[in-house]
């Protein structure tokens, strides 16, 4: 119990260090808090998912793969999302909503190759990866 206590003190205290270094460096170099949290902060929070993902897929869990990263991102997206704002009504600028329809798309495409034969080939998985990059990449232009 001691352990996971641990655990939970240095993830929180790690996740106040990446938000407040990730919100000083945007405000350093002009850029908007919310494309630091779409890119560097949500790389660097989904390490641990790909981590994950890479060592079961490795060993043939291919469903502990899917299941954790399609897990991780409905975490993410209602829970931290529902939490944050129960805590503090949280306002969506005007500036974020270009990001919806691409994140719309993404979510269909994945649907759309995960139910093609039930199976994600490399092709597909390297059309993701671009996806991807291209969704980090693209807001920092």
Same mark, same amino acid.
């Given at each position: 119990?001691?352990?996971?206590? /641990?655990?939970?003190?240095? /993830?929180?205290?790690?996740?106040?260090?990446? @938000?407040? +270094?990730?919100?000083?460096?945007?405000?350093?170099?002009?850029?908007?808090?919310?494309?630091?949290?779409?890119?560097? %902060?949500?790389?660097?929070? +989904?390490?641990?998912?790909?981590?994950?993902?890479?060592?079961?897929?490795?060993?043939? +869990?291919?469903?502990?793969?899917?299941?954790?990263?399609?897990?991780?991102?409905?975490? *993410?997206?209602?829970?931290?999302?529902?939490?944050?704002? #129960? =805590?503090?009504? =949280?306002? @969506?600028? %005007?500036? #974020?909503?270009? *990001?919806?329809?691409? =994140?719309? $798309?993404? #979510?269909?495409? #994945?649907?759309? $190759?995960?139910?093609?034969?039930?199976?994600?080939?490399? /092709?597909?998985?390297? $059309?993701?990866?671009?996806?991807?990059?291209?969704?980090?990449?693209?807001?920092?232009?």
């Amino acid at each position: 119990m001691g352990a996971v206590l /641990l655990g939970l003190v240095l /993830l929180l205290g790690g996740a106040r260090v990446l @938000i407040g +270094s990730a919100s000083a460096l945007a405000r350093t170099v002009g850029i908007a808090d919310w494309v630091i949290g779409l890119t560097i %902060v949500a790389a660097g929070t +989904s390490l641990p998912e790909f981590a994950t993902a890479a060592a079961a897929t490795r060993r043939g +869990s291919h469903g502990v793969s899917v299941g954790t990263l399609i897990g991780s991102d409905l975490s *993410n997206l209602l829970l931290a999302l529902g939490v944050a704002a #129960v =805590l503090e009504p =949280l306002v @969506i600028g %005007v500036a #974020v909503l270009p *990001n919806f329809g691409p =994140l719309v $798309l993404t #979510v269909v495409l #994945v649907v759309a $190759l995960a139910l093609t034969e039930e199976r994600v080939s490399r /092709l597909e998985g390297a $059309l993701l990866v671009a996806v991807a990059a291209a969704r980090w990449v693209l807001p920092l232009l």
